[in-house]
């Protein structure tokens, strides 16, 4: 393990390395100008003051930006180097990485084994355009929520709710995966239940919670906080914010400009959207249910197989993307870790290139990055995308209830 750790490290170094020389000082024009504006904002007048510039992101991505304005002389450096913020989500990067290594190695694998299959995760070229390309930071969310998961599997019960506390303070589309960690966690509260770990629990995370709210509570702003809690859903009333899914099929026209407000059968596109997303979602979270109750009812430890887990960790997060309204093209990102958790663990690597295929493209056709003369056609068709994340998940719910197609029934 020792080993592991060392190699590993060089390798991620190596790789910092290499990400620091090629990486373009560019980026998705409109996010980094909020970079820079928030921590132009925070230089000036302190992290506790952000929520009065009209900052739409939750606390902790504002300790980063606190911690940038920090290294930076004068205000003019914050943004003549925004770019180094990709660095530090870089970092996340690599420590999300390391819990994937841990999640998936079995006792008869090596550790070099484990340490190149990793390169499949750190090397992606999917996964490294929201950081480095993009500049956006979705990795950041992704090593929380995977960190989460990560400890319910490893039946750590403090710290995956630490690590669930800290990415719904980073972004709150986080909270899409509390029904799975409530799931995981429950029968374990259950089985060691007492009052001294009840209070122990309930004790860190709000005395860690605090923590973060408090510069915002001492600037007296802690409502203008709230108000960005409560202002996130509906901020974008519109049928999609550049998510190719399914409403690519269901409707015409530029679906940024298509108020969701609209109805169907006298029912808004907004109301579908949440009906198939909790419909699915609910579908795909019965075999966690199931285990889970019988866990309870039998009093018997809670032993879920892993591959089922990576499967609905990676199938809610599509699900939501893929039928809700107002979804932007990143919204996806945190499920990718896990279904290339589950290719490695299941040797089935197409499922995952189908899936990064189709979240590169969905990217790469927003920003342009490459500057092809295909935009819109081919396979930057917006329904040929569709059809790739609709393929990923209906293959992964027949991985995960093991419809056997050549016998057309369930074992």
């Known amino acids: 393990m020792t080993d592991f750790i060392k190699k590993y490290s060089a390798l991620c170094l190596l790789l910092f390395t290499f990400c620091i020389m090629v990486m373009p000082h560019s980026g998705h024009g409109g996010d980094l100008w909020c970079w820079t504006k928030w921590a132009e904002y925070i230089f000036q007048n302190g992290l506790g003051q952000i929520y009065n510039s009209n900052s739409d992101y939750l606390p902790l991505y504002h300790y980063i930006l606190y911690l940038y304005s920090l290294s930076q002389v004068s205000i003019e450096e914050i943004g003549r180097n925004i770019y180094y913020l990709k660095f530090i989500t870089l970092l996340f990067h690599f420590v999300t990485g390391y819990f994937l290594a841990l999640m998936i190695k079995k006792e008869r694998d090596s550790w070099d084994k484990i340490l190149i299959n990793v390169l499949f995760y750190l090397l992606n070229i999917a996964i490294l355009y929201n950081t480095v390309i993009w500049g956006q930071v979705d990795a950041i969310l992704t090593c929380f929520v995977f960190g989460s998961i990560y400890f319910a599997y490893k039946k750590r019960i403090l710290l995956s709710l630490i690590f669930m506390v800290l990415a719904i303070n980073f972004k709150l589309q986080a909270i899409i995966f509390l029904p799975i960690v409530g799931l ?16 122990k629990w309930i004790l860190v995370l709000l005395i860690l919670q605090l923590l973060i709210i408090s510069p915002f509570i001492v600037e007296g702003t802690v409502g203008s906080l709230w108000a960005v809690v409560t202002g996130s859903v509906g901020k974008y009333p519109v049928v999609s914010m550049n998510a190719y899914n399914i409403w690519d099929f269901m409707l015409s026209g530029n679906l940024m400009q298509i108020l969701d407000s609209n109805t169907f059968l006298g029912i808004s ?34 032993n879920v197989p892993l591959d089922k887990i990576l499967i609905v960790c990676t199938i809610i997060p599509l699900l939501f993307f893929y039928f809700n309204t107002q979804m932007h093209e990143r919204y996806t990102h945190p499920a990718f870790i896990f279904l290339i958790a589950y290719s490695l663990c299941k040797k089935k690597p197409l499922i995952a290139i189908v899936g990064c295929l189709a979240y590169f493209l969905n990217l790469e056709d927003v920003l342009r990055f490459m500057k092809l003369d295909n935009y819109g056609t081919l396979i930057f068709n917006r329904d040929f995308i569709s059809s790739l994340y609709l393929i990923t998940i209906i293959w992964l719910y027949s991985d995960l209830f093991n419809f056997k197609l050549n016998k057309g029934n369930k074992s």
Do not use: D, H, Q
């Open 184 to 199: 995981m966690l429950l029968p374990l509260i259950i089985s060691c239940f007492s009052i001294e770990k009840l209070v």
């Open 269 to 302: 596109y907004k109301s579908w959207g949440l009906f198939m997303f909790f419909t699915t979602s609910g579908i795909a979270l019965l075999p966690l249910a199931k285990l889970g109750y019988l866990s309870i009812v039998n009093r018997t430890e809670l």
